[in-house]
């Protein structure tokens, strides 16, 4: 298997990952936030 056609699947998956962890960090501060929990 040719390493051009790893690079693809390794960066896609990397922007996945990068994604996944935002929206998910995002959730976590909106939660923080309603339940009262003051910006640091």
């Known amino acids: 298997m040719p390493r051009v056609s790893l690079l ?12 996944g962890f935002a929206s998910s960090f995002a959730l976590v501060v909106a939660g923080l936030r309603a339940v009262g929990a003051s910006p640091a």
């Open 8 to 19: 693809q699947p390794i960066s896609a998956g990397i922007v996945g990952a990068i994604t």
